[in-house]
Structure formats: C-alpha cells, structure tokens
C-alpha cells in the first residue's frame, strides 16, 4: 500500500512537500506522481527510476517540481515550488509494474496506487 501525504492550502507562490509512504519494500521500480482535477483526466506529473534515480518531469512543472526516493525507508518526495492555482488537484503516487524506466507517462504502467492528497493553490 501506498499513503500520501502533506498536501494543503497555499497562496500562488507558495510551496509544499508531499510524501509517499510504501508498507512494503519500493526496490528497483520506478515510482511517479500523477494528479486529477476536477472534471479532468489524471495527468502525469513525475517519476522517479528506481535503477538510477534519474527523474522525468510534465512540462508544465519542470523547474518548479522536484521528484526524489529514499528507498531505505520506502519513500518517494515530491516538493513542489512556485505554485500556481492551475497546480490544484489531488495528487497521488504510484509503483510501476516493472522497473523499466519507459512509458512513465502512463498511468496504465502502474499498479499500485496511494488514496490521493489534496493540494489547493489560491490566487
């Protein structure tokens, strides 16, 4: 199982740090975040290798957003800098099926999916 958390409220602008919590052992695979907004598909938001933690980003969060893991404790980070409104949705992590670092984009590549957390940015 996956848990997310640290989502909020900010101000545009504004920053948080979202975790991701595994009950069991994250390995070798590739871990991403994705995000929904009302009334909208869930898109891609980054992921993380787990080979050689090299990460992948949406354009629309590249230099904003900054994906990491500590596979020690089962964990992956995302910190999110210069929020803006359009970054609402709730956000949720995710394990890829394989540890192959392809197809990241597709939420149809992973299979183990966190409840979610809710990330509000104000204008």
């Known amino acids: 199982q996956l848990q997310a958390s640290g989502g909020g409220l900010v101000q545009a602008g504004g920053s948080l740090g979202l975790s991701c919590a595994a009950s069991?052992?994250?390995?070798?695979?590739?871990m991403a975040w994705f995000r929904q907004a009302p009334g909208k598909e869930r898109e891609f938001v980054a992921a993380i290798s787990g080979t050689d933690g090299r990460p992948a980003y949406a354009d629309s969060v590249t230099g904003r957003f900054t994906i990491s893991r500590d596979s020690a404790k089962n964990t992956v980070y995302l910190q999110l800098n210069k929020l803006k409104p359009e970054d609402t949705a709730v956000y949720y992590c995710a394990r890829k099926r394989s540890p192959l670092f392809i197809a990241t984009t597709q939420p149809g590549e992973y299979d183990y999916w966190g409840q979610g957390t809710q990330v509000t940015v104000s204008s």
């Open positions: 069991g052992r994250i390995g070798n695979f590739a």
